[in-house]
C-alpha cells in the first residue's frame, strides 16, 4: 500500500489529523481484507463516514455524524448540518464538511478548478452553520481511475507528482493532502467491468480555516 498524509502549512498543528488519518488507512487495509471489496469506492457520505469511524477507533475523539445545529425561536430552520462534528481536545474542535469527485487527476487544471470549486461551496455551508467549534474543515475526496492495469506503476507515480504540483501551486487554499493506493497485486479487486475502469485510490484535500 502507498499512504501518506502531507500538510501543506508548517503554520497549523495537524497532529491529531493525521493520527486519524493514519488510522483510516489501518481501518482501509482492515475493510479491503475482510471484505473483498474497495472502503473509498462509494459515496461522499461513504468516505466521511469511514474518516469517522478512523476517529472513533482511535477511542480518543468525540464526534457527531450529520451534527445538528438548527437553532431556536426566531433561528429555527434556518441552520444547515454539516457533514460531522470531531472534537480533538478541549479547546480544539472541528465542523467538518465534505464534497467528493470522482476524476483521473491526469488533467491538473480540471482538478485545481474542482479544489477551488468544491471548497467554494464546502465554505459557503459552513458559513450558514452556527460557529459552535473553533475550526472549520472542508474536505475533498477524489477517488481517482486508471484504464491499464500494466501501467499502475508509472501511473500512481504520476499521480502522486500531481497531488505534489498541485497542492504546492494552491498553497494557499490548501492545507493538507493525503493519499491511499492499494498494491498492484490487488488491482483486480479495483476493477468495475460496466465502465472498463481501475479505481486504485483516493486522494484526499483538506482546507482549515477558524470559526
Not at 501543506?8 to 475493510?31: H, P, Q, R, T, V
Not at 475533498?140 to 499502475?152: A, D, N, S
Not at 508509472?154 to 497542492?167: A, G, M, N, T
Request: glycine share 4%; net charge positive; with cysteine.
Amino acid at each position: 500500500m502507498r499512504h501518506n498524509f502531507v500538510p501543506n502549512s508548517s503554520m497549523l498543528d495537524l497532529k491529531e489529523l493525521k493520527k486519524i488519518f493514519a488510522e483510516m488507512w489501518n481501518y482501509y487495509d482492515f475493510y479491503l481484507t475482510e471484505t473483498g471489496d474497495l472502503p473509498y469506492w462509494s459515496t461522499e457520505m461513504s468516505n466521511v463516514g469511514n474518516f469517522a469511524v478512523a476517529a472513533a477507533r482511535l477511542k480518543k475523539y468525540p464526534l457527531l455524524l450529520e451534527y445538528n445545529t438548527e437553532g431556536k425561536g426566531r433561528t429555527l430552520g434556518k441552520y444547515k448540518r454539516p457533514d460531522l462534528w470531531l472534537q480533538l481536545s478541549s479547546k480544539k474542535s472541528y465542523l467538518v464538511e465534505a464534497k467528493q469527485c470522482w476524476l483521473g487527476l491526469i488533467d491538473k487544471d480540471a482538478l485545481k478548478d474542482d479544489i477551488k470549486d468544491y471548497f467554494s461551496e464546502a465554505g459557503r455551508q459552513l458559513k450558514k452553520v452556527p460557529k459552535e467549534s473553533s475550526r472549520l474543515l472542508a474536505l475533498f475526496f477524489v477517488p481517482v481511475y486508471m484504464r491499464k492495469r500494466h501501467l499502475y506503476e508509472k501511473q500512481i507515480e504520476k499521480y502522486l507528482e500531481i497531488l505534489r504540483v498541485v497542492s504546492q501551486e494552491m498553497k494557499s487554499k490548501i492545507s493538507f493532502y493525503a493519499y491511499y493506493f492499494i498494491d498492484q497485486k490487488k488491482l483486480s479487486k479495483a476493477y468495475w467491468k460496466k465502465e472498463k475502469y481501475y479505481y486504485p485510490g483516493v486522494a484526499i484535500f483538506g482546507k482549515i480555516r477558524k470559526a
